[in-house]
């Protein structure tokens, strides 16, 4: 069994809840995952106070390997020299030199694949065929049996609330080009709240062989909630095995001044 626990929109800066972000190490304390994912927007204005602080709390998780993406907001918005010359600076300074990674663990490998585009993409974000490739070649040196996870922040699927919320540009065929290539679990956030959904509801053909199964987390630690999630917290737990995934969404309780679970999600593994 694989434990996942996955969050996103950190959002380090003005909307940043400190208390939010102690119950999100204190989870990881409490599941004790084989993996974490933070699928972007670890701040809110690409500042490098903000970035510093990004890359301490990401040492905060313990042993576990951290997997980060780039999000639309750790590029500088009103910067605007430098989003065009030097848009990923910081986050390469503190966060990481490469913006498309590959993680393997034990029975699974996790790409994290940079959607966040600062001249054409700055909000719906985007994939270029030179990350396809790198996706590509990084399975062909995975094994079989391994679960194929990619991670990115913007969405491939609209959220089961509808909305004016943009998916990603391409993004049948990106799922498509996706299942191709055996992707079994796509991990992303920006929408600011969490949903478990799949390639199908894009493609319908994909019912019938490799559907993919898509979770998107809410805004882990910031104060900028959408919809049902305005003014709330979510993460998950993902627990997969042979058989399929168990997606538990943990939702932060003032109350108790940590994250609760609620009802588990089980997806069944595409054939």
Request: aromatic content about 8%.
């Amino acid at each position: 069994m694989l434990t996942i626990l996955h969050g996103s929109d950190v959002h380090f800066g003005n909307p940043h809840r400190p208390s939010v972000a102690a119950g999100f190490l204190e989870l990881a304390r409490r599941v004790s995952p084989d993996v974490v994912v933070l699928a972007g927007d670890l701040t809110q204005r690409a500042k490098v106070r903000e970035f510093e602080q990004a890359h301490a709390y990401l040492g905060e998780f313990g042993p576990a390997p951290v997997v980060v993406t780039p999000g639309n907001h750790d590029i500088p918005l009103y910067r605007v020299h430098e989003r065009l010359f030097a848009p990923f600076r910081n986050y390469q300074a503190f966060i990481s030199q490469e913006l498309d990674t590959a993680t393997r663990v034990d029975g699974a490998v996790l790409v994290a694949l940079n959607s966040a585009d600062p001249y054409r993409g700055l909000v719906n974000g985007r994939i270029e065929a030179g990350q396809l490739r790198f996706l590509a070649r990084i399975f062909q040196e995975t094994y079989d049996a391994d679960v194929r996870i990619v991670v990115i922040h913007h969405a491939l699927a609209p959220p089961p609330d509808g909305g004016s919320d943009a998916v990603l540009p391409r993004n049948a065929s990106l799922l498509d080009r996706f299942r191709e290539l055996g992707v079994d679990l796509i991990l992303s956030g920006h929408l600011h709240r969490g949903f478990v959904t799949s390639s199908s509801e894009v493609r319908p053909d994909h019912r019938d062989r490799g559907d993919i199964a898509i979770v998107h987390s809410g805004t882990a630690t910031s104060n900028r909630g959408r919809k049902a999630e305005k003014g709330e917290n979510s993460v998950n737990v993902l627990k997969i095995r042979a058989e399929g995934i168990e997606v538990m969404p943990f939702w932060f309780q003032e109350h108790v001044a940590g994250f609760v679970a609620r009802e588990p999600i089980n997806i069944r593994r595409s054939e």
